[in-house]
T-cell receptor, first 114, second 116 residues
Framework: ETGVTQSPTHLIKTRGQQVTLRCSSQ?????VSWYQQALGQGPQFIFQ???????GRGNFPPRFSGLQFPNYSSELNVNALELDDSALYLC?????????????FGPGTRLTVT | GDSVTQMEGPVTLSEEAFLTINCTYT??????LFWYVQYPGEGLQLLLK?????DKGSNKGFEATYRKETTSFHLEKGSVQVSDSAVYFC???????????????FGTGTRLQVTL
């Protein structure tokens, strides 16, 4: 079973630019979630996609947007980058097992905004 | 809203010592509880889970019991190894009306350092 993959691994952008991060879900998982993890903090929920539609959103502004494709891969887009957007961005796909949804995380994309 | 509180780190232990990392939660529904581990430079790995009161999750020598009366899910291991050095996150999740998983709400993480 292939795990969750993310690309790129690292990225450096300038304030005001736009960025697209990509995620390939684990086979058979139809739900994908994105999280932002600032240095030394726990991950914060950005949004979730289920069957190609947004299915929940955290406290992030609209310049954070996403897509989910029919093959359950996903993108996270961030417009007008700010310095505080520097973080590890984690993608997680979900499966239902024994009465609970387990979320499996990719290795993350480290975004640095200068 | 939902929240998770973990004990502050870092926790420094000698190899073979007993580990406890405290975790308490607040949730409006009836959550599932998780422990995730993050090794340096990596993403999160699911360590164990529990879905209902008095359930005990276990994996790789780690255990945690879902205590509804005290809203706690403390992580324990009887004998830690140097390879257990990592950051440990307690988290909760509830099912949405759509039948899909809600977001994971994480604690701030507890760094564990095990020395020889």
């Amino acid at each position: 079973e292939t795990g969750v993959t993310q690309s790129p691994t690292h990225l450096i952008k300038t304030r005001g630019q736009q960025v697209t991060l990509r995620c390939s879900s684990q086979s058979g998982h139809n739900t994908v979630s994105w999280y932002q993890q600032a240095l030394g903090q726990g991950p914060q929920f950005i949004f979730q996609y289920y069957r190609e539609e947004e299915n929940g959103r955290g406290n992030f502004p609209p310049r954070f947007s996403g897509l989910q494709f029919p093959n359950y891969s996903s993108e996270l887009n961030v417009n007008a980058l700010e310095l505080d957007d520097s973080a590890l961005y984690l993608c997680a796909s979900s499966r239902l097992l024994a009465g609970a949804y387990e979320q499996y995380f990719g290795p993350g994309t480290r975004l640095t905004v200068t | 809203g939902d929240s998770v509180t973990q004990m502050e780190g870092p926790v420094t232990l000698s190899e073979e010592a007993f580990l406890t990392i405290n975790c308490t939660y607040t949730a409006t529904g009836y959550p599932s509880l998780f422990w995730y581990v993050q090794y340096p430079g990596e993403g999160l790995q699911l360590l164990l889970k529990a879905t209902k009161a008095d359930d005990k999750g276990s994996n790789k020598g780690f255990e945690a019991t879902y205590r509804k009366e005290t809203t706690s899910f403390h992580l324990e291991k009887g004998s830690v190894q140097v390879s257990d050095s990592a950051v440990y996150f307690c988290a909760l999740s509830t099912l949405e009306n759509t039948g899909t998983a809600s977001k994971l709400t994480f604690g701030t993480g507890t760094r564990l350092q095990v020395t020889l």
